[in-house]
């Protein structure tokens, strides 16, 4: 089954969606330890989609991610601030061309 093309996002915000709010709900108060959360108010988010890069083009997008976070990596606890969880995941969904030709790994 083919995958959706770039640009194409599956979103889930709660305040858009009251199924995600409910789902993200219930993980970030267990992630929180606090029993209780309010994923609109602490801006729970998930983004995920497919983009067609190359090696090289996943390793630019990894060095950019990388600057960006390092850009804020030095913040201390301040007022309005609190600490955030962010995971980032990238793996291929399709075996490399030469492979996906030839049927090996």
């Given amino acids: 089954m083919p995958l959706e093309p770039a640009g194409v996002w599956f979103v889930?915000?709660?305040g858009r969606s009251p199924k995600a709010a409910r789902t993200s709900s219930g993980?970030?108060?267990t992630a929180?330890?606090?029993g209780s959360a309010d994923p609109f108010?602490?801006?729970?988010g998930y983004r995920q989609g497919v983009l067609w890069?190359?090696?090289e083009e996943v390793s630019a997008a990894a060095?950019?991610?990388q600057a960006i976070l390092a850009a804020r990596a030095?913040?201390?606890a301040a007022p309005g601030r609190r600490p955030r969880l962010l995971s980032l995941t990238q793996f291929p969904t399709e075996p490399p061309p030469a492979a996906a030709a030839t049927g090996g790994p």
Avoid: K, Q
Avoid at 41 to 44: E, M, P, Q, S
């Fill in 53 to 55: 890069l190359s090696d």
């Fill in 27 to 29: 993980d970030a108060a």
């Fill in 12 to 14: 889930g915000w709660p």
């Fill in 41 to 44: 108010a602490d801006l729970v």
């Fill in 32 to 34: 929180s330890g606090s």
């Fill in 63 to 65: 060095g950019e991610i």
């Fill in 74 to 76: 030095g913040n201390r």
